[in-house]
Protein backbone atom coordinates (compact mmCIF):
# COMPACT_ATOMS: atom_id res chain seq x y z
CA UNK A 1 0.00 0.00 0.00
CA UNK A 2 1.00 3.55 -0.60
CA UNK A 3 -0.81 6.87 0.86
CA UNK A 4 -1.80 9.41 -1.34
CA UNK A 5 1.24 11.59 -0.85
CA UNK A 6 3.78 9.16 -2.13
CA UNK A 7 4.64 7.86 1.22
CA UNK A 8 4.53 3.99 2.34
CA UNK A 9 1.38 3.34 4.13
CA UNK A 10 2.64 1.62 7.67
CA UNK A 11 1.10 -2.14 7.16
CA UNK A 12 3.84 -2.18 4.41
CA UNK A 13 6.73 -1.71 6.90
CA UNK A 14 4.27 -4.18 9.90
CA UNK A 15 3.85 -7.10 6.56
CA UNK A 16 7.98 -6.92 6.44
CA UNK A 17 8.32 -6.72 9.79
CA UNK A 18 5.70 -9.59 10.16
CA UNK A 19 7.34 -11.24 7.16
CA UNK A 20 11.12 -11.06 8.58
CA UNK A 21 9.74 -12.54 11.95
CA UNK A 22 7.96 -15.49 10.21
CA UNK A 23 10.53 -16.44 7.76
CA UNK A 24 13.39 -16.20 10.62
CA UNK A 25 11.02 -18.74 12.32
CA UNK A 26 10.78 -21.17 9.49
CA UNK A 27 14.33 -21.06 8.74
CA UNK A 28 15.39 -21.55 12.45
CA UNK A 29 17.35 -18.04 12.39
CA UNK A 30 17.12 -17.73 16.16
CA UNK A 31 18.85 -14.38 16.34
CA UNK A 32 16.78 -12.51 13.53
CA UNK A 33 13.86 -14.26 14.68
CA UNK A 34 14.26 -13.16 18.73
CA UNK A 35 15.84 -9.72 16.93
CA UNK A 36 12.02 -9.31 15.77
CA UNK A 37 10.63 -8.74 19.14
CA UNK A 38 11.15 -6.07 22.05
CA UNK A 39 13.33 -7.27 25.41
CA UNK A 40 10.02 -6.88 27.08
CA UNK A 41 7.42 -8.64 25.27
CA UNK A 42 5.01 -10.90 26.23
CA UNK A 43 4.14 -15.06 25.18
CA UNK A 44 1.28 -17.12 25.65
CA UNK A 45 1.49 -20.36 24.37
CA UNK A 46 -1.35 -23.35 24.19
CA UNK A 47 1.67 -25.67 26.10
CA UNK A 48 2.59 -23.40 28.49
CA UNK A 49 1.71 -23.45 32.09
CA UNK A 50 2.17 -19.60 32.35
CA UNK A 51 2.85 -16.18 30.62
CA UNK A 52 6.37 -15.36 29.68
CA UNK A 53 6.71 -11.84 30.59
CA UNK A 54 10.25 -11.53 28.48
CA UNK A 55 12.19 -12.55 25.44
CA UNK A 56 15.11 -13.75 26.83
CA UNK A 57 12.34 -15.90 29.05
CA UNK A 58 11.39 -17.61 25.58
CA UNK A 59 14.28 -17.81 24.28
CA UNK A 60 15.46 -20.01 27.69
CA UNK A 61 12.31 -22.26 26.74
CA UNK A 62 13.50 -22.26 23.61
CA UNK A 63 16.90 -23.63 24.75
CA UNK A 64 15.34 -25.70 27.32
CA UNK A 65 13.55 -27.39 24.17
CA UNK A 66 16.82 -27.65 22.01
CA UNK A 67 18.64 -29.15 25.49
CA UNK A 68 15.72 -31.72 26.41
CA UNK A 69 14.86 -33.23 22.69
CA UNK A 70 16.73 -31.66 19.91
CA UNK A 71 13.39 -29.00 19.00
CA UNK A 72 13.74 -27.56 15.89
CA UNK A 73 11.48 -25.92 13.64
CA UNK A 74 10.89 -27.13 9.77
CA UNK A 75 8.56 -24.95 8.32
CA UNK A 76 6.48 -22.55 9.18
CA UNK A 77 3.62 -20.45 6.65
CA UNK A 78 1.37 -17.74 7.67
CA UNK A 79 -1.51 -17.32 6.23
CA UNK A 80 -4.84 -15.25 6.41
CA UNK A 81 -3.64 -12.36 7.83
CA UNK A 82 -5.21 -9.24 8.89
CA UNK A 83 -4.17 -6.24 10.50
CA UNK A 84 -5.79 -3.38 12.83
CA UNK A 85 -3.60 -0.39 13.00
CA UNK A 86 -3.82 1.52 16.66
CA UNK A 87 -1.57 4.28 16.15
CA UNK A 88 1.81 3.27 17.09
CA UNK A 89 0.67 0.05 17.71
CA UNK A 90 -0.76 -2.68 15.34
CA UNK A 91 -2.46 -6.16 16.18
CA UNK A 92 -2.14 -8.56 13.51
CA UNK A 93 -3.81 -11.74 13.10
CA UNK A 94 -2.83 -14.92 11.08
CA UNK A 95 -3.55 -18.70 10.66
CA UNK A 96 0.10 -20.14 11.17
CA UNK A 97 0.55 -23.80 9.73
CA UNK A 98 3.98 -25.24 11.77
CA UNK A 99 6.03 -28.40 10.98
CA UNK A 100 8.28 -29.33 13.75
CA UNK A 101 10.72 -32.00 15.16
CA UNK A 102 11.48 -33.07 18.52
CA UNK A 103 13.04 -36.70 19.84
CA UNK A 104 13.14 -38.14 16.41
CA UNK A 105 9.54 -37.20 16.14
CA UNK A 106 7.22 -34.71 13.59
CA UNK A 107 4.47 -32.89 14.67
CA UNK A 108 2.20 -30.54 12.58
CA UNK A 109 0.42 -27.69 14.33
CA UNK A 110 -2.61 -25.53 12.80
CA UNK A 111 -3.07 -22.70 15.13
CA UNK A 112 -4.11 -19.06 14.86
CA UNK A 113 -1.75 -16.46 16.02
CA UNK A 114 -2.30 -12.72 17.43
CA UNK A 115 0.97 -10.53 17.37
CA UNK A 116 1.14 -7.35 18.85
CA UNK A 117 3.48 -5.09 17.36
CA UNK A 118 4.77 -1.39 18.36
CA UNK A 119 7.06 1.17 16.69
CA UNK A 120 10.42 1.54 18.61
CA UNK A 121 13.07 3.73 17.20
CA UNK A 122 11.34 3.95 13.89
CA UNK A 123 11.04 0.15 13.63
CA UNK A 124 8.43 -1.99 14.02
CA UNK A 125 8.89 -5.12 16.48
CA UNK A 126 6.79 -7.55 18.42
CA UNK A 127 6.17 -6.75 22.21
CA UNK A 128 3.03 -9.83 22.20
CA UNK A 129 2.39 -13.29 20.81
CA UNK A 130 -0.85 -15.19 21.81
CA UNK A 131 -0.90 -18.95 20.14
CA UNK A 132 -4.29 -20.85 20.20
CA UNK A 133 -4.35 -24.01 18.66
CA UNK A 134 -7.17 -24.28 15.99
CA UNK A 135 -9.86 -26.91 16.67
CA UNK A 136 -12.05 -28.78 13.86
Known sequence: MTATDGAPEPTDALDAAADALVRAFAT??????????APDATFVFPDTGHVLASTQEYR??????????GFEVV?????DRSWQL??????MVHRV?????AGGRVRDSDERETIVFARRDGAWLAVHEHLSTVTP
Open 28 to 37: GDLDAYFASF
Open 60 to 69: DLWAAWVADG
Open 75 to 79: SCVGT
Open 86 to 91: LGDSAV
Open 97 to 101: ATRSR
